[in-house]
């Protein structure tokens, strides 16, 4: 007969540091999560995406040859930027939360595949998109004459 069974003060003690073991480690779990942090930066280093433990931008940064692109390329650079550092988010959660929980844990397991379904692998970048054949000129007007046509202003 297990002796915890027969004193019921023994019984809650063990329940009671339980308990408070479990809160120690959920407190641990939830400082680490919130230091996780993930920088990535662009092929060229023109952009750098830092995103926290939940997946939210937490920083941009956009060097001077960042400005001189295409309004197009340069919102791909810092969505595949972001995308491929929350792809990363699952691979440092894992790193930080193995010491606490233990990496075989089915704890981790749920962790991880929550991380993962939310933050699945980038497609593969397409090459820097191409502005549509047009006028050589930047107008804008997308080749057309508006002071031409005769609908006036």
């Known amino acids: 007969m297990n002796p915890a069974a027969a004193d019921p003060d023994a019984m809650m003690r063990q329940w009671n540091e339980q308990i408070q073991a479990k809160l120690k480690q959920a407190d641990e779990m939830k400082q680490v999560a919130n230091a996780v942090k993930v920088t990535q930066r662009s092929s060229d280093g023109s952009v750098s ?4 433990q939940n997946g939210v931008v937490s920083a941009l940064d956009l060097t001077d040859a960042a400005l001189r692109k295409q309004p ?3 919102s791909a650079e810092i969505l595949g930027a972001m995308r ?5 988010i699952a691979a440092k959660m894992q790193e930080v939360m193995a010491p ?10 749920a962790l991880m595949g929550g991380y993962h379904e939310r933050f699945p692998e980038p497609e593969p970048a397409d090459p820097a998109p191409r502005r549509p054949a047009g006028p050589s000129d930047d107008d804008d007007f997308g080749g057309h004459n508006f002071a031409r046509d005769n609908k006036g202003w």
């Open 72 to 74: 197009a390329q340069l």
């Open 49 to 52: 995406v830092t995103v926290d």
């Open 100 to 109: 606490i929980i233990g990496g075989d844990s089915e704890t981790m397991g």
């Open 84 to 88: 491929t550092a929350q792809a990363q």
